[in-house]
Structure formats: C-alpha cells, structure tokens
C-alpha cells in the first residue's frame, strides 16, 4: 500500500508549486495527512500536517506563511500549496498517512504508517 506524491518540478525563486498526495487503495478519510521533505545531504525534515478530524493544520517554522495544506475526501487526496519558494526549499517531498492521526507528534516520521513515492521540487533560477 503507497501513496503517491506528484506535482514537483522546477520553478524559480519566488515561484509556487503544487504538490498532490493521492491513493487509490484505501479511502484518507480517517488519516492525519503529513508532508515531509529530504533535501541531498540532510536529515528528513517535517512540513506540515493535517488532521482528519476537523482539519487542524501544523506547520515547520521555516514554511509557515509560505506553504499551505490541504484535503479533499471526496477525492481522495491531500495538497501542499507552496509559494514564494525559495532556494532551500529544494528537496524531494513525501507525504505520509497516519491512522486516526491528530497531529500530535506530526513532526515525528514513526507515527505515520504509509508513505508515498516522494516528488522532487527544484527551486533554482
């Protein structure tokens, strides 16, 4: 069982970019919904997350104001709206599904129990 992370791609700095985190094997209702990113040579870092519950969103200090996230039940899928990027942005993103999550320890990759294919996001001019 994966999700799949898509959306990435090369945009310049200042730009926006639109990530879309999709399964079409079991129903994200009932998942807390994060998004994790790795850039080349560090640690896997934590962006953001949403409940399932009432759509309580958290956020890293180093996105807020800049990223947004998002769901649609109905399809099946979770977003990561992401504007005025900036070069340190660069990294491939993954989302991840935690079941009945509320985001308590959203930051905390163990807690999640399916992760997608990442999609790599280049912010270069």
């Known amino acids: 069982v994966q999700l799949q992370a898509s959306g990435g791609g090369l945009v310049q700095p200042g730009g926006s970019l639109s990530l879309s985190c999709e399964n079409s094997r079991f129903t994200l209702e009932h998942y807390a919904i994060g998004w994790f990113r790795q850039a080349p040579g560090k640690e896997r870092e934590a962006v953001s997350c949403i409940e399932y519950i009432d759509g309580r969103t958290y956020y890293s200090h180093s996105v807020k104001g800049r990223f947004t996230i998002s769901r649609d039940n109905a399809k099946n899928t979770a977003y990561l709206q992401m504007n005025n990027l900036k070069p340190e942005d660069t990294a491939v993103y993954f989302c991840?599904?935690?079941?009945?999550?509320?985001?308590?320890?959203?930051?905390?990759?163990?807690?999640?129990?399916?992760w997608g294919r990442g999609t790599l996001v280049t912010v270069s001019s």
């Open positions: 991840a599904a935690d079941l009945w999550g509320d985001c308590s320890t959203w930051y905390r990759a163990d807690d999640y129990d399916y």
